[in-house]
């Protein structure tokens, strides 16, 4: 063995992490839809909270979701480093190593869930507990290398964040609280599946049974519609069980049909151009939703102050 | 000041250390958000801060 790879692997043994390093294995950008759609279910209970109270439980969950997602790149580094999507998070890339990442990510799991459950509430410190062991282990480690209902079950996990907020502000769960776990739980098949028409290959690559590897792209751009035909509803259920008004009605009508209008079109006109299209627009979607909830609250609070 | 080489073991360099400094900073930081949020936490709460609802 030469002195230089003697140094090398010598080098190997510590951090040579930047900060940035560690801050992009708590995934920011997934990090910011699920602080997002909790801070929806806080607002939407109607108990108020302190200001500093949910400020509390929202660095919470936004910690706990990093923290999950640390775990699930130290258990993915292997088929990571094998995809061009993320061929250059920090574990595949060597400049972290894997055991820095599993004993950050559950640091921070360990925190975030203790410090909700001790000054928050237990209930709202239980389902994010849940929600980081759902993501891991029943995601990460059991479903997504055995099955391609791996993103419809795993889903579950994306979906508990506005159920956190709302158990935070509550103490509790509700039909509300369920109703917008539901919302994300359909919306992520055909997010994720327009996703992986186009990005096939990869998948093939790292092994991952995803929905247009094992069934094909006819059988993908199927099971698109037909979530799709399950969620168009869903997001418009709100307004029709009386806990939004309807401006968020008319938001969800429209763009729950442009949903249906794109998945459609997708069945039809099979090339990449329609997937990405569907793949951003049901970004979109989702922030629309949830954003308008938050507006016709807040424009709710405001009319009922005034008048 | 000695030699590099005659120094034992592991010897970090420049960018190392400055990294290192970093990661140090940030842990410190992190601890202090900790402190103030318990502060204020504590402040709304008063002295059954740990008397929580279910």
């Known amino acids: ?307 | 000041m000695s030699e590099p080489h005659e120094q034992h073991g592991i010897v970090l360099t420049e960018e190392q250390k400055r990294r290192r400094r970093a990661r140090s900073v940030a842990i410190a930081v992190s601890l202090g958000i900790l402190v103030v949020l318990f502060y204020l936490v504590t402040l709304v709460k008063g002295p059954g801060v740990l008397q929580r609802p279910l």
């Open chain 1, 1 to 307: 063995m030469s002195l230089a790879s003697q140094s090398e692997k010598l080098t190997a043994q510590f951090s040579t992490a930047e900060v940035g390093d560690y801050l992009a294995l708590l995934k920011p950008r997934v990090m910011s839809l699920v602080v997002f759609t909790a801070f929806v279910g806080l607002v939407l209970a109607p108990v108020p909270m302190h200001p500093v109270m949910a400020f509390t439980a929202l660095l919470c969950i936004a910690v706990g979701a990093g923290a999950a997602g640390a775990l699930n790149m130290w258990y993915d580094a292997d088929i990571d480093a094998r995809m061009q999507r993320t061929r250059a998070r920090p574990i595949p890339a060597g400049r972290i190593l894997p055991g820095e990442a599993l004993g950050f990510g559950l640091l921070l799991a360990g925190f975030s869930v203790v410090i909700l459950s001790l000054l928050v509430n237990l209930t709202a410190g239980a389902l994010l507990a849940f929600t980081i062991f759902f993501y891991v282990v029943v995601y990460t480690m059991w479903l997504k290398r055995w099955t391609p209902q791996n993103i419809v079950i795993g889903g579950a996990a994306g979906a508990f964040p506005p159920m956190i907020g709302w158990a935070a502000a509550t103490g509790g769960i509700s039909l509300e609280s369920v109703l917008l776990f539901l919302i994300i739980f359909f919306w992520t098949p055909p997010h994720f599946w327009a996703l992986s028409l186009y990005r096939a290959d990869d998948y093939a690559r790292a092994g991952i049974p995803m929905l247009p590897v094992v069934s094909g792209e006819r059988e993908t751009r199927r099971q698109i519609l037909i979530y799709t035909l399950i969620l168009a509803p869903l997001g418009v259920a709100p307004w029709l069980l009386g806990f939004a008004g309807p401006v968020y009605g008319v938001i969800a009508v429209v763009t729950g049909a442009a949903m249906l209008a794109l998945a459609i079109r997708l069945l039809t006109e099979r090339t990449d151009r329609a997937a990405k299209q569907l793949f951003a627009f049901s970004i979109l979607y989702l922030f629309l939703l949830f954003a308008f909830l938050l507006i016709d609250r807040a424009v709710g609070a405001h009319l009922g102050v005034v008048g």
